[in-house]
């Protein structure tokens, strides 16, 4: 089994920039792909930014050169920084991980809020 716990979500006036966490817990070497998707209310929830095959990177096209995905391997933790928030960046962020090619864990979310 794989845990998600996210943290550093927030309240913050646009602009403004804001640090979630992800540590993943359990079966870790079982997990192909971390990664950060969001749902604000009323829509579906929709990819932000993730790792791809190669270590390269994928984003959500509106958070591109302000959102950066990173991780630290050795204490099994995901990072999205997210820059010059937007108040259309407020949603619930919830961290996911494949695992074993065949199903999603998913983290609590956590609750990013941006004012105007």
């Known amino acids: 089994q794989v845990q998600l716990v996210e943290s550093g979500g927030g309240l913050v006036q646009a602009g403004g920039s804001l640090r979630l966490s992800c540590a993943a817990s359990?079966?870790?070497?079982?997990?192909?792909?971390m990664g950060w998707y969001r749902q604000a209310p009323g829509k579906q929830r929709e990819l932000v930014a993730t790792f791809v095959s190669g270590g390269r990177t994928n984003y959500l096209d509106s958070v591109k050169d302000r959102f950066t995905i990173s991780r630290d391997n050795a204490k099994n933790t995901v990072f999205l920084q997210m820059n010059s928030l937007k108040p259309e960046d407020t949603a619930v962020y919830y961290c996911?991980?494949?695992?074993?090619?065949?199903?999603?864990?998913w983290g609590q979310g956590t609750q990013v809020t941006v004012s105007s």
């Open positions: 359990g079966s870790i070497s079982a997990i192909n792909v």
């Open positions: 996911n991980a494949v695992v074993g090619g065949t199903y999603s864990r």
